[in-house]
C-alpha cells in the first residue's frame, strides 16, 4: 500500500511539473483571456505560449537580488531563445532537400532572426496574429491568413481559387487537404508533409525515408 501511495505521489508531482512548464489545457490552467467568449479565438493553440510567458513573467517578479538576476538572464535564453532557435535548426536538419538558409552565415542569421521574432510576436495575444510579420526577415512574405480559430475561412478562398484555376496540381492538393482538415479536424499539415514526402521518393529527388514524416524541402 506505501508502494503505491508513493508511485501515485510521484505521478501526480511529475504531472504537474509537465503542466507547470508546458501547460495541461485544462479549464484550470486557462488565463482568462483564453475563457473569453470573443478573444478565444485568437488564442488557439496558445496553452504553450502562455504558460512560457507566465514562467517569464514569474521569474522576472523574483528576481530581487543580484544573483537572481543573473539567473533571469539564464532563463530567458532557455525560455525565449533557445526553444525557436534549436527547433528551426532542428526542422532543417531532419527534412530532407535543400532550404537554401544555411548556406551563407547572412541568410542563416536572417533566418535565426525570423524564428526568434516569430516566437517572441506569438507569446502574446494579438501580436502573435502578426508573427507572419517576421517572415519579412527571411526575405519570405505571406498573406495574413487569420486567427488559427478562423482559419478555414481563408482555406475556403484558397481552395476555391485552385478549383476554378482546374488544374489538379500540388497547390490543389494541399489546399484540399486543409479544407480536409478544418472539417474533420485532420492533421491536415502532416498530411501534405507525407504526401510531398511520397512524391520526392517516387521521383529520386531524395532517398532519405525521413521525408515520410518531415516532407520535402527545395530552395
Known sequence: MAEGNAEDRAVALADQAVRDAQGGGQVSDLSAVERSRFLKLFTVFYSFMNTALNLGVGQTMTAKTPAQRGK?????????????LLGAAIKDALTPGDSGDWDEWETALRRLLQEQLGFLLGLMVITREFGQAAQLVGGRPQDYSGPTGLRFIPDIFRFTQQAAQGE???AFRKASINLLGDAFALPAAQ????????????????VNPAALVFGFQRH
Open 168 to 170: 489538379f496540381d500540388d
Open 72 to 84: 533571469l538572464a539564464a532563463d530567458y535564453l532557455l525560455l525565449y531563445v533557445v526553444p525557436p
Open 191 to 206: 498530411v501534405n508533409r507525407t504526401i510531398t514526402g511520397v512524391q520526392a521518393l517516387n521521383e529520386g529527388e531524395t
